[in-house]
């Protein structure tokens, strides 16, 4: 099943906060961030195992509630590099070598 | 380090036609992965393997075989295209981190 994410799309000034959140219905062992600029491929951002480990690179930071089956991304005082569609892809409870679940997207717009 | 890379980058197929997308890498995974992403729908998991001679299906394998013979090389191969195959299509390396390749872009008439 797709990991739900939510907005879909969101539109910021530079500097403003956001945050992109993904569900899922099924039990997880880990959240994958990618981020994807128009017209190129997606980019590793970061993996929260269980546990609800929280990691975070410079303004970017990510939570993983395993109990209730749901990621955050957290981008703090936005900056136009940002903009591009987020995508979460989970993986399944078994923690095997199945592929990743990846949501619709949210497409994030970051104005100056 | 070239990382992923696929070729071709942009082709066109009359449909029932057959063709082979390439995907190779150089960073020594074990598992490698294609997607397909269409407008609104995400990354779909098309085919994975967790190693040379290991292959499995993912979320949408139907029209979809393929073989993975070295570490490096990945083909993913349209056995008959369809126009409902027109798509983007990305070969990923890496399982807890992918690194994807630039995409072919695929269209189907």
């Known amino acids: 099943q797709q990991p739900v994410q939510s907005p879909q799309a969101v539109i910021l000034r530079e500097g403003e906060d956001a945050v992109i959140n993904c569900s899922s219905s099924k039990a997880l062992y880990s959240v994958h961030w990618y981020r994807q600029k128009h017209g190129e491929a997606p980019v590793f951002l970061m993996i929260l195992l269980k546990g609800g480990e929280q990691k975070g690179h410079d303004k970017i930071s990510a939570s993983f509630n395993e109990k209730k089956q749901q990621s955050s991304l957290y981008l703090t005082a936005s900056q136009l590099s940002y903009s591009g569609t987020y995508f979460c892809?989970?993986?399944?409870?078994?923690?095997?070598?199945?592929?990743?679940?990846f949501g619709k997207g949210t497409h994030l717009i970051i104005q100056p | 380090n070239a990382g992923v890379t696929q070729t071709p980058k942009f082709q066109v197929l009359k449909t029932g036609q057959s063709m082979t997308l390439q995907c190779a890498q150089d960073m020594n995974h074990e598992y490698m992965s294609w997607y397909r992403q269409d407008p609104g729908m995400g990354l779909r998991l098309i085919h994975y393997?967790?190693?040379?001679?290991?292959?499995d299906q993912g979320e949408v394998p139907n029209g979809y075989n393929v073989s993975r013979s070295t570490t490096e090389d990945f083909p993913l191969r349209l056995l008959s295209a369809a126009p409902s195959q027109t798509s983007v299509y990305f070969c990923?390396?890496?399982?807890?981190?992918?690194?994807f390749g630039p995409g072919t872009r695929l269209t189907v008439t």
């Open positions: 393997s967790v190693g040379a001679g290991i292959t």
């Open positions: 892809g989970t993986e399944g409870s078994g923690g095997g070598a199945d592929g990743l679940t």
């Open positions: 990923a390396s890496g399982r807890r981190e992918q690194y």
